[in-house]
T-cell receptor, first 111, second 119 residues
Framework: GEDVEQSLFLSVREGDSSVINCTYT??????LYWYKQEPGAGLQLLTY?????DMKQDQRLTVLLNKKDKHLSLRIADTQTGDSAIYFC???????????FGAGTRLFVKA | SQTIHQWPATLVQPVGSPLSLECTVE??????LYWYRQAAGRGLQLLFY??????ISSEVPQNLSASRPQDRQFILSSKKLLLSDSGFYLC??????????????????FGSGTRLTVV
């Protein structure tokens, strides 16, 4: 069945780069997303990548997609304390209805 | 601007009591609306989605139900809560991301969530 897996915790020092990894099982996934959830809040769409792309960069965020290995990563450059949150990987074939979310990776940023 | 409101933020209810969570959106018309549940340490589970007034699709059989009495209002209900209904409930609507490659270019905008504890 469809599944999205990601590690539950990541701890980095302020100023370092963070890399959050995700694997998915549905090879027909067309869209892959990263969402950010701050404490007590809903999820915020950070970025997304279409499956025919290998990389997408948006300011401090870099998304890498290895479609062969079904592996997605989110790199945050110059990580700040404000980046501390839970990051969710998600995949979808499109249409918005069947979006599968991972359990989320909690990022701790140490000053 | 487009916003989504969800309330209450927290709720503690006894087992067997009814539930009503409300979600409203502003700044858009005819949105696709969703109810998700987030259990501790797990991903988001899609409970219901709606493409229009009175149109509800259920993804998971359970003692919850949803209704959409108005275009921008989505309600999650239960007649009798179970302990297993505890969790963080999120309302969302899907927005066209504008990537432009096809009809499925949607991302979600989520409400701030309701933390439900059934005791």
């Amino acid at each position: 069945g469809e599944d999205v897996e990601q590690s539950l915790f990541l701890s980095v020092r302020e100023g370092d780069s963070s890399v959050i990894n995700c694997t998915y099982t549905d090879s027909s996934s067309t869209y892959l997303y990263w969402y950010k959830q701050e404490p007590g809040a809903g999820l915020q769409l950070l970025t997304y990548i279409f499956s025919n792309m290998d990389m997408k960069q948006d300011q401090r965020l870099t998304v890498l997609l290895n479609k062969k290995d079904k592996h997605l990563s989110l790199r945050i450059a110059d990580t700040q304390t404000g980046d501390s949150a839970i990051y969710f990987c998600a995949e979808s074939m499109g249409g918005g209805f069947k979006t599968i979310f991972g359990a989320g990776t909690r990022l701790f940023v140490k000053a | 601007s487009q916003t989504i409101h969800q309330w209450p933020a927290t709720l503690v209810q006894p087992v067997g009591s009814p539930l009503s969570l409300e979600c409203t959106v502003e700044g858009t018309s005819n949105p696709n609306l969703y109810w998700y549940r987030q259990a501790a340490g797990r991903g988001l589970q899609l409970l219901f989605y709606s493409v229009g007034i009175g149109q509800i699709s259920s993804e998971v059989p359970q003692n919850l139900s949803a209704s959409r009495p108005q275009d921008r209002q989505f309600i999650l209900s239960s007649k009798k809560l179970l302990l297993s209904d505890s969790g963080f409930y999120l309302c969302a609507w899907s927005v066209l991301l504008g990537y432009g490659t096809g009809p499925g270019d949607y991302g979600y905008t989520f409400g701030s969530g309701t933390r439900l504890t059934v005791v």
